[in-house]
């Protein structure tokens, strides 16, 4: 079992060390999306389960309590929050005034980075001014073209032995990120860069970095913890990385969960109990600041070199939860991280709360995922009237225009607070950006009947397979994110939980047979497979994010520079107010007898009378702090 560290953060292997023996704690933050101060932006409102300010003081005391320590970040660090909107899209990142995260990680004393998919949104120009801030490297090995991103780097440090003497060592710290990357953000990767398989790159550069010198390897992986076996170009590889004969420890992310512990079941090759991946030391540390992971690594002179000959991973969260009413926070926020980005702070509080129109009626994703919502709908409309306007005078124009949106927050591994909720009144700019948290572009796509079809199969594959007369069977299928539950706004349809889902949460393609979206029509008439349609929709759907069938081949008629938040924003302030109704779009067949078991917000139950016919109750609370709802189908 993975020994614990104490209060003071010693760990055995520090007592245990002898002569040509030393302890090396190895600390790691994942996907911080901007998430610097310990504040929702969105909410207006601190929170407590967030911030690398918080995750800094764990930094702190670790390494003071270690002979030997290094800090890593495994990517997905400039984007996630209005702080990091704010200095993309409002203020000049300059050698004067760094990105505010980059400010943060320096004061922290971050030895090494990697990239995540989303830290190229906002384009590689801006990525380079942000990274030229950086005082540290940053790795990626597997995506070339990125001016000042190395695939690897050799950090050079001396290291104190069990007997108090110190020896050099070079830890050798090797990057990836998900190859489908250049299909997410084509519009800014596409000729300017290349990508290799995850796998392929690491077996190529390791012995390269071995060659030269590497004691130990570490590789940062912003992939997450998939499949054992390897196949080519798979996103989330990080088992299979973990076998390649060199790396000693590895870091994961991507999937916002958390390495080791229950959120992964147990395999051949993955063992979430004692932290291992092929027998090796690996951390994925949820996300936001949430967690610190620290791999202990015990290591043993040989020749003149470092082996690794003993090793423990564990995570440190910012934060106990569970069963409590609210989160307890363990730590309090670091003072050096929180002055580095104290004006940027206050500059995104003012910049979030300016007004931009009003509401008559509250949006909120509290039941997104069980019936039509406004909030929903509402960024529909607004994608749909921009690309009605663009259209005007082309060979388009005469095709029905329709609008795929889904919820962006609707809990899911965003825990019971991650939900959209605007009350109704004034909307400012932080009520925006929580309708539509992603910095996505718009697109428009040309889409047969078949196409719509195939695409509302993908997105009903959030739900888990319901047999009639089950009682209380869970209604939403585990790991399965809301921003992948795509409503086609200008359709009727429904879906038929009775039947398996014909794709699976990550796209793939599992019952070819299963047919759950029923009644399909458009305009009171069936759709004809045939019929051609424009569909608004993201630059993310759009470039094959989500492995949605057909849309990575799809005509791409309209690929526009304003992003979908930002002509939401228009949208609302051309208006003296708003008013969206949900127009019953889609719904669940009925299943006499049957009920299902819904988990959403705790201020969800506010709503219920929102939901018109559909049959539903309170049902409890769940021990992670969900409100439970019994819905009868």
């Not at 780097?153 to 090797?174: F, K, N, Y």
């Not at 196949?231 to 991507?254: F, K, Q, R």
């Not at 620290?294 to 000959?309: F, H």
Request: proline residues 8%; aromatic residues 6%.
């Amino acid at each position: 079992m993975t020994a614990e560290v104490s209060v003071i953060g010693r760990h055995p292997f520090t007592a245990r060390a002898a002569a040509d023996q030393a302890h090396l704690r190895v600390m790691a933050t994942t996907d911080l999306h901007a998430h610097v101060c310990p504040y929702d932006y969105c909410a207006d409102r601190p929170v407590d389960t967030a911030g690398l300010a918080r995750t800094a003081t764990h930094v702190r005391n670790l390494r003071a309590a270690a002979p030997n320590a290094v800090l890593l970040d495994n990517g997905d660090f400039l984007q996630g929050t209005a702080l990091g909107d704010y200095a993309a899209e409002v203020r000049a990142v300059t050698d004067a005034a760094p990105h505010p995260v980059v400010a943060a990680m320096n004061a922290l004393g971050v030895d090494a980075a990697t990239l995540g998919n989303h830290d190229l949104n906002y384009g590689l120009g801006f990525l380079q001014d942000a990274l030229a801030g950086a005082g540290f490297p940053v790795v990626t090995a597997n995506l070339a073209g990125i001016p000042g991103v190395r695939p690897y780097v050799l950090l050079d440090r001396m290291l104190t032995d069990g007997a108090g003497q110190t020896h050099p060592i070079r830890i050798g710290v090797i990057g990836f990120v998900p190859p489908q990357v250049v299909k997410w953000d084509r519009r800014h990767l596409e000729g300017r860069v290349t990508v290799r398989d995850i796998v392929d790159t690491a077996r190529a550069r390791v012995p390269e970095m071995k060659a030269r010198g590497a004691d130990i390897v570490i590789a940062l992986c912003h992939a997450g913890i998939g499949a054992d076996a390897h196949a080519a170009g798979m996103e989330n590889a990080a088992v299979p990385l973990a076998a390649v004969p060199g790396i000693d420890a590895l870091v994961a992310g991507h999937q916002h969960l958390r390495f080791p512990g229950p959120d992964f079941q147990p395999t051949g090759r993955v063992d979430p109990a004692r932290g291992t991946l092929h027998g090796k030391p690996a951390v994925m540390a949820g996300s936001a600041g949430s967690d610190l992971g620290v791999i202990e690594l015990m290591l043993a002179r040989r020749g003149a070199g470092w082996a690794v000959v003993g090793h423990d991973a564990v995570l440190r969260p910012i934060a106990k939860t569970g069963a409590a009413a609210r989160p307890v926070p363990q730590v309090e926020s670091d003072p050096a991280v929180m002055a580095a980005v104290a004006r940027d702070h206050a500059a995104t509080l003012a910049h979030v709360r300016r007004p931009v129109g009003r509401t008559t009626v509250p949006l909120h994703s509290y039941f997104a995922l069980l019936a039509d919502a406004p909030a929903v709908q509402l960024v529909a409309e607004a994608q749909r009237a921009f690309v009605a306007r663009a259209l005007r005078g082309t060979a388009h124009e005469d095709l029905p225009i329709l609008s795929a949106a889904s919820p962006g927050k609707a809990g899911g591994r965003g825990g019971p607070d991650h939900y959209t909720h605007v009350p109704a009144g004034q909307i400012a700019r932080r009520h925006v950006a929580d309708l539509y948290p992603f910095p996505n572009t718009v697109r428009a796509v040309r889409v047969t009947g078949a196409g719509i079809a195939a695409w509302l199969e993908r997105a009903a594959g959030v739900f888990n397979r319901v047999l009639p007369g089950t009682a209380d069977a869970q209604l939403l299928a585990p790991d399965a994110p809301s921003y992948n539950f795509d409503v086609i706004h200008g359709l009727r349809y429904r879906i038929d939980l009775s039947q398996p889902a014909r794709y699976d949460h990550d796209g793939v393609l599992v019952n070819p047979a299963a047919s759950r979206i029923a009644d399909l029509s458009f305009g009171g008439v069936p759709v004809d497979p045939r019929q051609a349609f424009i569909v608004a929709t993201n630059s993310y759907r759009a470039g094959g994010g989500g492995n949605f069938p057909g849309l990575a081949d799809a005509e791409v008629i309209l690929a526009a520079p304003e992003t979908n938040r930002d002509i939401l924003q228009r949208f609302i302030a051309g208006q003296a107010s708003i008013a969206p109704v949900a127009t019953g779009a889609w719904g669940f067949v009925p299943m006499p007898g049957t009920t299902v078991l819904f988990d959403s917000g705790p201020g969800a139950g506010a709503y219920l009378d929102d939901l018109g016919a559909v049959r539903i109750a309170p049902a409890g609370t769940t021990p992670a702090g969900f409100a439970r709802f019994r819905v009868t189908l």
